[in-house]
């Protein structure tokens, strides 16, 4: 079945069975490396994705789900030139370590300081608590969140 959406601010069509999920999509069709595949069970989030300024699961999103909702991978944010204030703020505090889990660390803080432009540090927790990270970057993923909630990374 052929189907519209629109991601990173572009539309795309393409022709997959309404039940494909999400990510392979982004993936396979699209060719966006930013969310990644880690559980296949929407429990880690390592391939969470913005779907109409909301952070969900894409590995576990059929297609059929998705509708009118404009989709912003990791490579909608910035670039390498013009990283999102965001994306500054993980570069500066220096995050990453492995950097799997990254894009969906990064896209689940934005749609967080959507709504909470000035978090304190256990709201930032709770927020990205669903996020695994095993390397073991979590202060340095807060501070980066606190910068750009601060702004000394232009948000």
């Known amino acids: 079945m052929r189907i519209q959406l629109r991601v990173n601010g572009r539309a795309a069509t393409v022709d997959v069975d309404p039940a494909t ?38 590995c576990v999103t059929p297609m059929s789900a998705v509708g009118t909702r404009e989709i912003v991978t990791l490579e909608g944010l910035g670039t390498l030139q013009h990283p999102h204030p965001i994306q500054e703020a993980f570069i500066e505090e220096q995050a990453a370590q492995c950097g799997y889990c990254m894009s969906g660390v990064i896209l689940t803080a934005k749609a967080f300081l959507d709504k909470s432009p000035n978090p304190a540090d256990e709201q930032i927790r709770r927020a990205l608590a669903n996020v695994l990270c095993r390397c073991g970057t979590h202060l340095e993923i807060i501070r980066a969140v606190k910068r750009a909630a601060q702004g000394r990374a232009r948000i």
């Open 21 to 58: 999920p999400l990510l392979y999509v982004l993936r396979n069709d699209l060719r966006l490396n930013g969310p990644r595949f880690g559980c296949g069970l929407g429990q880690c989030g390592a391939c969470t994705v913005l779907a109409g300024g909301e952070p969900i699961r894409s």
